[in-house]
Structures are given as structure tokens and as C-alpha cells.
């Protein structure tokens, strides 16, 4: 069946089959998070995206491959509290952005900037860092030389709007601007967008709605 990325808690995961790359993407609660298992085709090297809860179920989906490493988007504790078994089960190098790892309780041993460069086997993805969800939240690029990009947002991206800012107009401005250089300006409308809650879209579905988020201020 093909990849729609319809995911729920308790559910199977959905996969996405790229030519270099598999993503698979399982839902996980109490919180509804959505957390991602990439491993490169070529080597079979695992990298997951926010341990967010349910260690058991990462824990599976992981396998028998192992893990290399694990990179937290951001520090709210819905996107690490499965972080510390998940790290002691399979010995995984641990990355966050470099403004939000201090307040994430697990010790980060790679601090990533703005266009670090992450590797899964033989396949890159680039961070950008992004401000106003968190001050340290990072977003994870792979530009498939095979076809159109696919990002992965956290909390910084969803459908229909930005991350959540709590009515800080400073911060709202912030992400939204960061949002719009870092993501929208320079992908394509096909870019398929991975979110840390819910439904996957694309950056063609939601940039002609930029003006009209805005406009409302979140």
C-alpha cells in the first residue's frame, strides 16, 4: 500500500520506501507524538527522530538492526521521554540543537547548529535551527537526490499552521519568518513535510496560506 503517513496510537507503522532511504513512522501516546525510524538502504544504519514515549514500542520498530544514533527536535519532554531506555537498549549516539540540549534531561553528545550536516549510513540530512516553538528547535532536511526533499519539522511545522508560540507575538514572528526562509523558500512545493503530531502535508499544500497565518498571528 502506498505511504499516506495515517498513523495512530497502538497502531502499526506506516512506511515510506524511498530509493536510499526507508521511513517508518509510528504514533506513540499519551501525547499523540509521532516519532520517525530512518535507515539507509545501502548500509541498514538506523537513525530515530524523537524518542518521545512508549521505549517498548521504539524498542521494536527498531529491531534487531540496532541503532546508531537518536536526534531530539526539541526540548519539550513529549519528544524525549522514552530518550533515556531508548538510549540504554541500544547504545545510540544522542544529537539536539544546541539551545534547547541543556534543558533536555539526557545527555546530548552532539550538539548540532544550522546547517550541520547528519549522516544515516550513507545518506545526509541537513539541520536548520529554528526559533520560537523552543529556542533551540531543529528540523531535519534530506533532499533526495532521487526525487523531490522531505523534511522533518518537530513542533515548528504541522498542517494548517506554525508550531505552537503561546500568544508571544516576538516569538510567533520568529518562527514564522524562520519557517518561511529556512523551509519554504528554498524547497519545492513537493517537499513532503513529516510533523512531530498528526498528519503529514507538503509545503505546496501550505504556502498559500502563509499571508492568512500572519495575518492571525499563530
Not at 535507515?39 to 524518542?51: G, M, Y
Not at 546508531?68 to 544529537?95: C, K, P
Not at 523552543?134 to 533532499?143: A, E, H, K, Q
Request: negative net charge; proline residues 6%; hydrophobic residues 40%.
Amino acid at each position: 500500500m502506498a505511504y499516506t503517513g495515517a498513523v495512530k496510537v497502538g497502531g502499526p507503522a506506516d512506511v515510506h520506501e524511498l530509493t536510499d532511504l526507508i521511513i517508518s513512522k509510528v504514533a506513540v501516546g499519551p501525547m499523540d507524538n509521532n516519532a520517525y525510524l530512518l535507515r539507509c538502504r545501502a548500509t541498514d544504519e538506523q537513525l530515530l527522530i524523537d524518542a518521545a514515549a512508549e521505549p517498548h514500542t521504539l524498542v521494536a520498530l527498531i529491531g534487531d538492526g540496532g541503532l546508531a544514533s537518536v536526534v531530539t527536535t526539541h526540548r519539550h519532554g513529549d519528544h524525549w521521554g522514552a530518550l533515556r531506555e531508548v538510549v540504554a537498549a541500544t547504545d545510540a549516539r544522542t544529537y539536539a540543537g544546541r539551545y534547547d540540549a541543556e534543558a533536555i534531561p539526557v545527555p546530548t553528545d552532539v550538539l548540532v547548529e544550522d546547517g550541520d550536516t547528519l549522516t544515516v549510513g550513507r545518506v545526509e540530512l541537513t539541520a536548520r535551527h529554528l526559533v520560537g516553538h523552543t529556542p533551540g528547535s531543529i528540523v531535519l532536511v534530506y533532499d533526495d537526490p532521487h526525487g523531490h526533499p522531505h523534511v522533518f519539522t518537530g513542533d515548528c511545522l504541522f498542517p494548517g499552521g506554525v508550531g505552537n508560540t503561546r500568544g508571544n507575538a516576538n516569538n510567533f514572528t520568529r518562527l514564522i519568518d524562520d519557517v518561511e526562509s529556512k523551509l519554504f523558500d528554498p524547497l519545492p512545493d513537493e517537499t513532503w513535510v513529516y510533523p512531530g503530531h498528526g498528519a503529514d502535508t507538503t509545503l505546496g499544500a501550505e504556502r498559500p496560506h502563509l499571508a492568512e497565518w500572519r495575518e492571525r498571528g499563530w
